[in-house]
């Protein structure tokens, strides 16, 4: 074992998905000197797998998280001008039938059953108009806009739904690639000084002359680096490390909850997503993917160790294929599904009595007992990320000195141009390389912005950019990923970085593969 001999770190950060990645990109560019290490890819579990949108919980209304639904409003723009080239905004049209039940247990169900009981079980159109009054104005919306009512007989909206459905409301939200949310982050980290190591697992952390001694493991041995502060951001596995890496008192609880989704061949042709209501109290949603298909998720069932891999199970799946068979006039089948995921969303454990009814905020507990501080991060939506970060270096405040905000209208890496301004890139990339379709500059421009010319170069023909993969993707991008996001397998380059995993042939990987072992 081998002790680093430079200065210690002000900040050691535990976890590269988002919220450690926010976390590490924050302290680093209010001058902290900043280490983050993950033990596999980054956004490899919880952080890849969401239904990839930044939205305020519309649900979370019924449950009465006024609070939440504020502040995750309030940062949907926010994030939007930070990336307008990951995110985008988006429709969503949230059918509506008098006849329509849903879960009685709710808040909201259970006072409405008492002033109007003859309700109970129902949602009474006003309700549901509130509701979204609520979602409009809580947040101080500049950029989407509100709330429509829709008439689904003569609105194109209603052309894939089944007949009995006559009215809609569609509300704005956004749309986010999650897994490129999470490497941006850990990028503009890198880029404010932070040391980000991946495949990289910390073992063992311990106080030594008030210092963190944290020693890390990865393939050629281990080593040892000190900090002055250490923040446990692992998500499901946040209390596993305090209890066996850390090793101090558990002051809070994971609730382990599995989500899981299918992707099925493109079921409308516009360019919005579906807001669907179960009887079970469940949504679901059914978002268009990747041009060709649509996403319709996600599930909520109970997992138990965080180091099993989370599949979606034929009864999960059968279970999305039926939800959205009740509101489609196609019928859905699990020999339409094309690709399944799955994440573990860490839950703070509140005591509710279901996974639904749990909170989705973050819970953050501050322990200095060991005799340096150590900040656990416990639960928390991907759309609330950019404020966790804040509020935990609010929390270090004490212990580090840390300068004021600045994220909050700092671009990630690519996202520097007007939240309406792809078309004018897509364009522009096109003019500069001749050779290039309209569908492959813009999946470049949607996922690197500004920086796609800097991946093509002075290429003049396809010839130029190397080895061609399949479905766009080249040598040139592929060295472009190894060097500057973190990518070393093809798993990495197609399911993380990208989802043209969707596309490529076991031939097409194999080459991938061979080729990264090349570099």
């Known amino acids: 074992m081998s002790e680093m001999s430079q200065d210690p770190f002000d900040l050691f950060v535990i976890g590269g ?14 001058g902290l000197r900043v280490m983050l290490a993950e033990k596999g890819d980054l956004a490899g579990a919880t952080s890849s797998a969401s239904t990839k949108l930044f939205h305020g919980g519309l649900r979370y209304l019924e449950f009465f998280e006024i609070s939440l639904v504020r502040k995750a409003l309030k940062e ?35 006072v409405l059953s ?22 409009d104005h809580l947040g101080g919306r500049k950029i989407l806009p509100g709330t429509e009512r829709l008439d689904l007989r003569v609105d194109p909206e209603g052309t894939p739904l089944q007949e009995r459905f006559v ?13 490129r949310l999470v490497v941006l982050n850990a990028r503009d980290a890198q880029a404010h000084g932070a040391h980000v190591v991946t495949r990289t697992e910390v073992t063992d952390a311990r106080v030594v002359g008030g210092l963190w001694s944290v020693t890390l493991r990865d393939q050629k041995g281990d080593r040892v680096v000190r900090a002055k502060a250490l923040v446990n951001a692992a998500g499901p596995w946040a209390e596993d490390v305090v209890k066996t890496v850390v090793q101090r008192p558990v002051a809070g609880h994971v609730r382990l909850v599995r989500g899981s989704h299918i992707v099925v061949p493109r079921l409308f042709d516009h360019d ?30 109970p997992e138990s160790d965080p180091d099993t891999t989370p599949r979606c199970s034929d009864t999960e799946r059968d279970y999305l294929c039926a939800f959205a068979s009740e509101y489609f006039k196609k019928s859905i089948n699990p020999e339409d599904v ?56 609010d929390k270090l405040d004490a212990h580090l000195t840390v300068k004021s905000r600045w994220t909050a209208g700092a671009a990630l890496p690519g996202g520097d141009f007007p939240v309406d301004g792809v078309e004018t890139l897509v364009s522009a990339l096109r003019t500069r390389y001749e050779f290039m379709s309209d569908i492959w500059a813009r999946r470049l421009i949607r996922s690197y912005g500004t920086e796609a010319m800097a991946i093509l170069g002075d290429a003049r023909s396809l010839a130029a950019l190397g080895q061609d993969f399949g479905a766009t993707l080249t040598a040139a991008e592929v060295d472009w990923l190894v060097a500057h996001e973190f990518a070393r397998t093809a798993d990495d380059i197609l399911w993380r970085r990208s989802k043209l995993g969707l596309r490529l042939s076991s031939g097409q990987v194999d080459a991938l593969t061979a080729y990264l072992s090349t570099i």
Not at 17 to 30: E, H, K, W
Not at 167 to 179: L, M, R
Request: net charge positive; glycine share 8%.
């Open 338 to 393: 094309v690709w399944t995921y799955s994440g573990v969303r860490p839950l703070y454990d509140d005591g509710a009595r279901s996974a639904t009814a749990a909170t989705r905020d973050y819970v953050l507990t501050l322990d200095t007992g060991a005799g340096a501080p150590v900040l656990t991060v416990f639960g928390g939506k991907i759309t609330t990320y950019r404020r966790l970060a804040e509020a935990v270096l």
């Open 76 to 110: 949907r723009e926010v994030l939007l001008r930070a990336m307008p080239h990951i995110s985008r905004p988006m429709r969503f049209v949230l059918p509506y039938h008098r006849d329509m039940r849903f879960d009685t247990e709710t808040p909201t169900s259970r």
């Open 17 to 30: 998905g988002i919220n450690g990645c926010g976390i590490a990109r924050d302290a680093a560019g209010r």
């Open 114 to 135: 008492i002033v109007m009981p003859w309700m109970r079980g129902r949602r009474p159109a006003w309700l549901i108009r509130l509701g979204l009054f609520l979602y």
């Open 272 to 301: 919005k997503a579906y807001f669907l209501q179960g009887t079970d109290g469940r949504i679901i949603f059914a978002i268009p993917y990747e041009d060709d298909f649509t996403c319709i998720g996600t599930t909520e069932a």
């Open 167 to 179: 009215t809609a409301y569609e509300y704005s939200d956004c749309w986010v690639d999650d897994a």
